[in-house]
């Protein structure tokens, strides 16, 4: 068990520039969550997958998010033409097991600033 | 929809005072409750969490929480504060009643920084 890992651990971009970000999770663990925390607050759910599945979004995921995890494995969040009120720091969870057993784990996060 | 208020945004303590961090939550139906610690520049870590079991839950750290239906809370509390306490701690709901294929996402408060002071 080597932990939840996200890649990059920082990313400085341009408006209107692309970005993607990684996610490997726990090996075995058959959903992954990702959310995004701002300055000062809280982390928000953005989008969900159980094995290779897309079976949440929120909101806050405009049509400028696009999120994927092909053959349940490692995940990818990208954004395009980001705006500089993409920057946050986004962090992937990874969990397996029965509800009340579930534990969600997080990686170190990609914190994302936009010029 | 569920939510989660913690009380205070900055809490400090000398150390080896006792530690408490409050979280209410609001639902009709109790839900499963966190608490998570973010150390700067990291992600966060489970402390420990309540899942309808016993009301007083004892996690990593020395933390422990109280899951109080009539109060709807579940504080945080470490009897002494340890230098290595600073950081950011954040409470969590998850609603108890999902179905198997629903997303468990976490509601997250908007957090606590503990200081302890030397």
């Known amino acids: 068990d080597t932990g939840v890992s996200q890649d990059p651990r920082h990313k400085i971009t341009k408006r209107g520039q692309n970005v993607t970000f990684r996610c490997d999770p726990i090996?075995?663990?058959?959903?992954l969550y990702w959310y995004r925390q701002t300055l000062g607050q809280g982390p928000e759910f953005l989008t969900y997958?159980?094995?290779?599945?897309?079976?949440?979004k929120s909101r806050l995921l405009s049509d400028r998010f696009s999120a994927e995890r092909p053959k349940g494995s490692f995940s990818t969040l990208e954004i395009q033409r980001t705006e500089q009120g993409d920057s946050a720091m986004y962090l992937c969870?990874?969990?397996?097991?029965?509800?009340?057993?579930?534990?969600?784990?997080f990686g170190p996060g990609t914190r994302l600033l936009v010029l | 929809a569920q939510s989660v208020t913690q009380l205070g945004s900055h809490v400090s303590v000398s150390e080896g005072a006792l530690v408490l961090l409050r979280c209410n939550y609001s639902?009709?139906?109790?839900?499963?409750l966190f608490w998570y610690v973010q150390y700067p520049n990291q992600g966060l870590q489970l402390l420990l969490k309540y899942t309808s079991a016993a009301t007083l839950v004892k996690g990593i750290n020395g933390f422990e929480a109280e899951f109080k239906k009539s109060e709807t809370s579940f504080h945080l509390t470490k009897p002494s504060a340890h230098m290595r306490d600073a950081a950011e701690y954040f409470c969590a709901v998850i609603p108890s009643y999902l179905s198997s294929g629903s997303a468990r996402q976490l509601t997250f408060g908007s957090g606590t920084q503990l200081t302890v002071l030397p």
């Open positions: 969870a990874s969990s397996s097991g029965r509800f009340r057993e579930e534990t969600q784990y």
């Open positions: 997958f159980q094995n290779e599945a897309q079976l949440e």
């Open positions: 090996s075995e663990h058959n959903r």
């Open positions: 639902s009709s139906v109790p839900p499963y």
